[in-house]
């Protein structure tokens, strides 16, 4: 079907058109000259009257024209031209004439287009239901992925039905699961392994227990004790003579029998110190028994790191813990440099990423983040970052990510920070974010051959989250209260009391 006629000067990776038909935004057309068949996607609509124009003031002439000739209007509208269906969705090398015919795209066109070599089903297109939109899982594993909404918008819906299709190619996902949404699903492809969010400090790195028990980096009359205890603690448990698994104790140790010493040095005791606050303060965090936290994932299941009940600064340092450990023991696998190995790829799934990858504060975890963004590709790890507040994601990381799902945005400058750190996002699919519908996606990047308008299936597993039934649940708890005061009083009158 013939949707319009170019118009105007006609580039090579763009055109306007001009019709009496209103297709919609985010339909695929074709444009055919020179013996190519060239698919574009329509990007921007406005309906206009040339007799009704913005000039026209005298409302008497505007009531008279719209009824004599109020059906006299034309519509124009943008499309971004995608490439050549018969070359591999290359771009021509010359335009469209003017006046060339612009048609709805076909079934055959579509399918071949969203046929692609290691399918993930996202859903079907929002404008023709019956085209399935797949895209590739290399991509996505190999070169990172962002999947950003406002909230309420079907973010998590749309990071359960990836993790699903993720799971029959027996991808091992980890994901760090700030609110609890993934510990209780139930994945048709998988199933879920649940990580205790505990380390073992032995298996930390000096800098990372150093910045735990708050050792300034200008402190280096403490940071020298420190060194000291912690080396001689790690060579003591290493050789198992005392103090086995037990790192902070043994340091502690150590410690207090030099500050026994005379003439020992004051500052050791404020080492102590600092040892005995951060043993209280991430007592619920350490584990002396457990072993290395990535010994715990499971290849083709949801490894989810619940931490519901943790507080930003515990997740930090489990975030960053990981993610080092990870890419190292990636890097020694590759490498073979050492036995100390991660003989898998891991795909990571960060909730909460404004958080954890905070863009106007440093943090650990964002460095770590940051590094497996840059380095992760090379060595087998992949990254996903989710949030509802874009704008407050690090630009750097998000820059990495070179594939987006992108559901309703509507706050401008959330707009303008993805646009900035995306290539492919046109200013006409930023416009297009407010009027997503809940579950209506933008997706771009390499996992997909062409930007697609997308209607996300929704996740047919089980899981928590969503919005609660608040009315509901208050009228359940007026019923309870209810309920046990009848109980009470029927028991009363059961023992003879009377009201």
């Known amino acids: 079907m013939t949707v319009g006629y170019c118009v105007g000067e006609i580039s090579l990776s763009e055109l306007t058109f001009i019709s009496d038909k209103m297709p919609q935004v985010g339909e695929y057309v074709t444009v055919e000259y020179d013996g190519k068949k060239v698919l574009g996607m329509v990007e921007n609509l406005v309906r206009g009257n040339d007799a009704l124009n913005i000039d026209l003031h005298d409302v008497e002439a505007i009531q008279t024209i719209a009824r004599i000739g109020g059906k006299d209007y034309y519509i124009k509208g943008k499309v971004k031209l995608l490439g050549d269906v018969n070359d591999n969705l290359r771009l021509p090398r010359t335009p469209a004439l003017p006046g060339t015919p612009i048609k709805l795209a076909d079934k055959e066109v579509l399918n071949k287009v969203f046929n692609v070599k290691n399918p993930i089903r996202l859903g079907t297109l929002v404008n023709q239901r019956d085209i399935e939109v797949n895209v590739e899982a290399n991509p996505i594993l190999n070169r990172h992925l962002a999947v950003l909404a406002m909230t309420g918008a079907g973010k998590s819906n749309t990071v359960a039905v990836l993790m699903d299709q993720l799971l029959s190619y027996n991808v091992p996902i980890f994901v760090f699961d700030m609110h609890c949404e993934y510990r209780d699903a139930e994945f048709p492809n998988g199933k879920v392994n649940v990580i205790r969010p505990k380390i073992n400090p032995t298996y930390m790195t000096f800098p990372e227990i150093k910045r735990l028990v708050n050792i300034p980096n200008n402190a280096y009359i403490q940071e020298r004790h420190f060194r000291q205890a912690f080396n001689q603690a790690k060579k003591e448990i290493k050789e198992g003579t005392e103090h086995t698994y037990k790192l902070l104790d043994a340091m502690y140790d150590i410690l207090y029998a030099k500050s026994q010493e005379e003439g020992s040095d004051k500052q050791i005791v404020d080492v102590m110190n600092k040892i005995e606050d951060s043993k209280d303060k991430y007592g619920n965090l350490f584990d002396n028994n457990m072993s290395n936290i990535l010994s715990s994932i499971k290849v083709g299941r949801v490894n989810v790191l619940d931490l519901s009940q943790t507080g930003e600064s515990v997740s930090e340092v489990l975030v960053s813990h990981i993610m080092r450990n990870a890419l190292q023991r990636r890097k020694n696998a590759v490498h073979g440099s050492s036995d100390d190995t991660l003989d898998h790829p891991v795909f990571f799934i960060i909730e909460e990423a404004h958080i954890l990858a905070p863009n106007k504060r440093d943090s650990q975890s964002k460095y770590w983040i940051q590094r ?44 303008r920070h993805v646009q900035s750190a995306s290539e492919s996002l046109s200013k006409d699919l930023i416009n297009q974010l407010p009027s997503l519908n809940v579950g209506e996606a933008i997706v771009l990047g390499l996992m997909s051959k062409v930007p697609t308008l997308v209607k996300i299936d929704e996740f047919m597993g089980r899981r928590t989250g969503g919005d609660l039934d608040i009315v509901g649940d208050l009228a359940n708890y007026n019923q309870t209260q209810e309920d046990e005061i009848r109980h009470q009083e029927q028991e009363s009158l059961d023992l003879g009391y009377d009201y």
Do not use: Y
Not at 385 to 402: C, E, G, I, R
């Open 372 to 415: 497996v963004a840059r380095e992760g590709r090379k060595f087998g790890l992949g990254l996903c970052l989710v949030s509802q507040s874009p704008k407050t994601v690090d630009h750097d990381a998000l820059s990495q990510m070179n594939n987006m799902i992108i559901l309703r945005l509507v706050e401008p400058e959330d707009q």
